[in-house]
């Protein structure tokens, strides 16, 4: 149980181009999806928290319009690159939390690397 | 500020040898605790989680996990290493006054020699 997907698993693209990655939580609904970037050597760094049916919050330094975030459903969340440049290039990372009364855990998808050329 | 420090950042061992990951975390309230585990351009596997109850916890693939308030600590181990058990371990804690948002350390890579 708990299974988080992401896709797709690799994306290459041209600088200007827009990206979208897909996060869903395959066998439970998630009210609160996370979406994260790391770098190579580097922790997972928090971008934005995305909450079913209403605006994502965003960390500070994150651009919203450039990282634009959509929660339509339970079990769906996506991560639109806007404009990519080059310096976008990294590996994003979902995570759909689950749990109730406090105990909540956060399930990762399997990350998208994105190149942008 | 809520923090989570992983001293160690490679980790060596010897297949069949035992394992311990160190991890400190600063934190005002009891937190929540979790260690994750990553392979190469993998996402991160959930391994154990500690909330409450019981200081001693079991997880998946044989790691178990302690944790010590005195010491802010929650070391994993393992009594036996695989190789298949080389991989990134990461530790994080949710912060419960933060609305569990996560703080992740910077993780420990394992590599297990024949």
């Known amino acids: 149980g708990a299974v988080v997907s992401q896709h797709p698993s690799w994306v290459i693209c041209k600088s200007g181009t827009s990206v979208k990655i897909e996060c869903r939580s395959l066998d439970f609904q998630a009210t609160t999806m996370f979406w994260y970037r790391q770098f190579p050597k580097q922790s997972l760094m928090l971008m934005a928290t995305s909450n079913e049916g209403s605006k994502a919050t965003y960390e500070q330094g994150v651009e919203k319009d450039k990282f634009l975030i959509n929660h339509a459903s339970l079990t769906l969340s996506t991560l639109t690159v806007t404009s990519a440049h080059p310096e976008d290039s990294s590996f994003y990372i979902c995570?759909?939390?689950?749990?109730?009364?406090?105990?909540?855990?956060?399930?990762f998808g399997p990350g998208t690397r994105l190149l942008v050329l | 500020a809520q923090s989570v420090t992983q001293p160690d950042i490679h980790i060596t061992v010897s297949e069949g040898a035992s394992l311990e990951l160190r991890c400190n975390y600063s934190y005002g309230a009891t937190p929540y605790l979790f260690w994750y585990v990553q392979s190469p351009g993998q996402g991160l596997q959930l391994l154990l989680k500690?909330?409450?109850?019981?200081?001693l916890v079991q997880g998946i693939k044989g790691f178990e996990a302690e944790f010590k308030r005195s010491q802010s600590s929650f070391n994993l181990r393992k009594p036996s290493v695989h190789w298949s058990d080389a991989a990134e371990y990461v530790c994080a804690v949710g912060a419960i006054d933060t609305g569990n948002q996560f703080y992740f350390g910077t993780g420990t890579s394992l590599t297990v020699i024949p």
């Open positions: 995570s759909a939390r689950t749990g109730t009364g406090g105990e909540e855990t956060q399930y």
């Open positions: 500690y909330f409450s109850g019981d200081t």
